[in-house]
């Protein structure tokens, strides 16, 4: 929860709504970041390194890596 205060000038409601959405915002995306992600959950598992081309390259194409 985030505690704000006007300390000078005299803001609009609008320029508050506009401070407060952005601050929200990036405490959103911190508590985000510190969440850790399973490893099920990890799309980058999901990738692989394309075929190797070359003498060999038919055989490495089925071997796991």
């Given at each position: 929860?985030l505690d704000?205060?006007?300390?000078?000038?005299?803001?609009?409601?609008?320029?508050?709504?506009?401070?407060?959405?952005?601050?929200?915002?990036?405490?959103?995306?911190?508590?985000?970041?510190?969440?850790?992600?399973?490893?099920?959950?990890?799309n980058a598992?999901?990738?692989?390194?394309?075929?190797?081309?070359g003498v060999?390259?038919?055989?490495?194409?089925?071997?796991?890596?």
């Open positions: 929860m704000l205060r006007v300390v000078k000038g005299e803001p609009t409601d609008e320029e508050l709504a506009a401070v407060i959405a952005v601050l929200t915002n990036v405490v959103a995306k911190q508590a985000a970041k510190a969440r850790p992600t399973s490893t099920w959950q990890d598992r999901k990738m692989r390194t394309p075929n190797q081309t060999s390259g038919w055989r490495n194409s089925a071997l796991a890596r």
